[in-house]
């Protein structure tokens, strides 16, 4: 037999080939591996889904539940730079040594079962948080709802954020299928919140169905506010005179409302003070969601890679104030809306630094040189044009040239595929910038 690995780098590179599929949706084999596990959980579980937000609602969740005292596992997908980005306990990355035990575990009950990456890595993160002796869980779903991995686990309450078109081969071409796939995380008698204002009627549907106890926004809770300030409405309980969340964007008080009905739907099991929820909004941190830098010129990141995603980005650089040119780091996968990300973005960017990324997959700076030409975006003429496309290799490459052209009031937008994102953040670390 065939020894095993003894480093999280080597398990990492034998997982990406133990199964013909990297992606290879439905529940049958990781229940059978789970139930093998035994992996089951003593406190309350929350598991987030939508096309968008899901990140940043677990995060808010995270620092709120922290705040109280809580003792809180959140798995995450995918991540930036570092594969322990997924799974944090107490507010830290757990360990290569913890994950390597327990990827031994679950190889040592996987038996004949053909585990994908995703599923393989889930497993072994839920067995490490159900032997944590932790409060409070929060599981972002990786795709979809109803066939993901993370659905082998009941929600006591279950998130769905948004509902957009995005991975159209698995999902679904229309927001009425995509949203009977998110709804598969909603349970029987249990807290099913949705903070999409315009919900598909078929997460309803699907909700009344099975009689789950769907909240809505804007009947069952809302937010209010201004400039200063801003309110949160439930069912039962009001939350007023609240900070703004650290988090920047538009959509932020939609995620955070959505979070905040969670979290009244636990009070009983998960008490949580008015001042821990202000704290936990002011210190919550995500990186590559609308992550504006400091210095100039400005610089924001965000991985948005889809048209809902990307209309939310073009709306809060609009919000930012007035800056003579924006420059763009893109990059993107081949099996995104490519068209439908340059349409919500053509018109506020001024110079493109296209970019290839290291995945089969991916896009080529070519194809999307392409693709904007077909969105009408005409390339430089002459060194003094206001609108350009170049072309380059890496994320790296990509910015640099971004950097060296864009004056201190200009801004630079990194955007695109988490590759983008995390192949700047990497950069800039060589810098010895943060």
Not at 211 to 221: C, E, N, S
Not at 296 to 304: E, K, M, S
Not at 341 to 359: E, F, G, M, R, Y
Not at 413 to 427: D, K, M, N, P, Q
């Amino acid at each position: 037999m065939q020894s095993l690995p003894t480093t999280l780098p080597d398990w990492l590179a034998l997982l990406e080939t133990m199964h013909p599929k990297a992606i290879d949706m439905g529940l049958e084999r990781v229940s059978q591996v789970k139930d093998r596990l035994g992996i089951r959980f003593d406190c309350p579980v929350i598991i987030v889904g939508g096309t968008n937000g899901k990140g940043s609602t677990c995060a808010m969740l995270e620092a709120i539940l922290m705040q109280a005292g809580y003792r809180v596992g959140v798995y995450t997908s995918p991540h930036l730079i570092d594969f322990n980005e997924r799974a944090r306990l107490h507010g830290e990355q757990v360990s290569d040594e913890a994950l390597v035990s327990q990827f031994a575990a679950v190889e040592a009950q996987r038996g004949d079962v053909s585990l994908t990456y995703f599923e393989f890595t889930t497993l072994a993160i839920l067995k490490l948080f159900a032997e944590a002796g932790l409060d409070a869980v929060i599981l972002e779903v990786g795709l979809g709802g109803r066939l993901d991995a993370v659905n082998v686990i009941d929600a006591d309450v279950a998130i769905v954020t948004s509902v957009d078109i995005d991975h159209t081969e698995y999902l679904g071409d229309t927001r009425e299928k995509i949203g009977f796939e998110k709804a598969g995380i909603f349970r029987a008698g249990r807290a099913a919140i949705c903070g999409d204002p315009v919900p598909p009627q078929s997460l309803i549907d699907h909700a009344q169905a099975i009689g789950a106890d769907l909240w809505l926004f804007g009947r069952d809770f809302n937010y209010s506010g201004d400039k200063q300030q801003w309110n949160y409405g439930g069912r039962s309980q009001r939350r007023s005179s609240l900070g703004y969340p650290a988090l920047r964007g538009a959509n932020q008080l939609l995620n955070a409302s959505a979070a905040l009905a969670a979290l009244e739907a636990l009070r009983d099991r998960l008490p949580v003070g008015a001042q821990e929820v202000r704290t936990g909004l002011a210190l919550v941190d995500l990186p590559g969601r609308f992550q504006v830098l400091p210095g100039r010129p400005t610089i924001v990141l965000d991985v948005a890679h889809n048209p809902h995603a990307a209309a939310t980005l073009a709306q809060n650089l609009g919000n930012m104030g007035f800056h003579p040119y924006t420059y763009a780091v893109f990059g993107a996968m081949q099996d995104k809306d490519i068209d439908g990300v340059i349409a919500q973005l053509k018109d506020t960017i001024d110079h493109w630094c296209l970019t290839s990324l290291p995945l089969p997959r991916a896009a080529s700076a070519e194809y999307l040189r392409q693709k904007l030409i077909d969105a009408g975006v005409t390339p430089r003429g002459d060194a003094g044009s206001e609108r350009s496309i170049e072309l380059f290799d890496s994320p790296a490459s990509a910015f640099a040239n971004a950097r060296k052209r864009a004056g201190e009031n200009d801004r630079i937008a990194v955007f695109g595929s988490f590759l983008t994102v995390a192949g700047v953040i990497e950069a800039r670390k060589t810098e010895g910038q943060s």
